[in-house]
């Protein structure tokens, strides 16, 4: 079992920048794939960034690419989320999320969540 607990989230203005954590419990942290996702008040949760056990593999959603980068320290069974460049359309609760297989984009592929951090950025 793991546990997941995110934090760093905020108030930001639009252009600014922060970093979400997800710290993980459980011995076995280290062979998951860890994913971001984000849901936004009446709208789907959807898909962020997600990376592989090693670190070696990375996948992010299109409007991301290039303003945020997702990496991990297994061995502060730590993943995180750097957000720079923020757009009000970004405003959403975030969620990390693991799963034993690789990089995936559908949230039923993950088997193990956490209880979520607000994000809002201000236009």
């Known amino acids: 079992q793991v546990q997941l607990v995110e934090s760093g989230g905020g108030l930001v203005p639009a252009g600014g920048s922060l970093r979400l954590s997800c710290a993980a419990s459980g011995r076995t942290f280290s062979s998951y794939t860890v994913a971001w996702f984000r849901q936004a008040p009446g709208k789907e949760r959807e898909f962020v960034a997600a990376?592989?056990?090693?670190?070696?593999?990375?996948a992010y959603t299109d409007s991301v690419k290039g303003r945020f980068t997702i990496s991990r320290d297994n061995a502060k069974n730590t993943v995180y989320l750097q957000m720079s460049s923020l757009k009000p359309e970004n405003t959403a609760v975030y969620y990390c999320a693991t799963n034993r297989g690789g990089l995936r984009v559908g949230a039923e592929a993950y088997d193990y969540w956490g209880q979520g951090a607000q994000v809002t950025v201000s236009s």
């Open positions: 990376i592989t056990w090693s670190g070696s593999g990375t």
